[in-house]
């Protein structure tokens, strides 16, 4: 059975930091690409970055590309997500996904296993 459960996000003021955390049980990293998206409230469910172990290919949607960073690592099976600058725009419910692929996805119907999500809130 594939798991993914996220952790890490909270309140903090604009322009400040927060790191995500996506543990994954029931895959080999190798044979999965590995995203993180978010949905703020009344919004549809955005892709933010994926990555393939694979090959270390990843994408960064242009909205975070230089603010987040992704990584893995394959070892703890852990997926992160590293928010720097962060923006009252960036309020969302952040989930990790997982795709049976490994080549990278790009939109929310090519991942099958979702995580619960963990909200982040931008606000001084």
């Known amino acids: 059975e594939v798991q993914l459960v996220e952790s890490g996000g909270g309140l903090v003021q604009p322009g400040g930091s927060l790191r995500l955390s996506c543990l994954a049980s029931?895959?080999?990293?190798?044979?999965?690409?590995i995203g993180w998206f978010r949905q703020a409230p009344g919004k549809g469910r955005e892709m933010l970055t994926c990555?393939?172990?694979?090959?270390?290919?990843?994408y960064y949607e242009p909205s975070v590309k230089g603010r987040f960073t992704a990584s893995t690592d394959n070892a703890k099976k852990t997926l992160a997500l590293q928010m720097s600058s962060l923006k009252p725009e960036d309020t969302a419910v952040y989930y990790c996904?997982?795709?049976?692929?490994?080549?990278?996805?790009?939109?929310?119907?090519?991942?099958?296993?979702w995580g619960q999500g963990t909200q982040v809130t931008v606000s001084s």
């Open positions: 990555i393939t172990n694979n090959d270390d290919s990843i």
């Open positions: 996904a997982a795709r049976s692929d490994v080549g990278l996805g790009f939109a929310r119907d090519e991942f099958d296993y």
């Open positions: 029931g895959i080999t990293f190798d044979d999965y690409a």
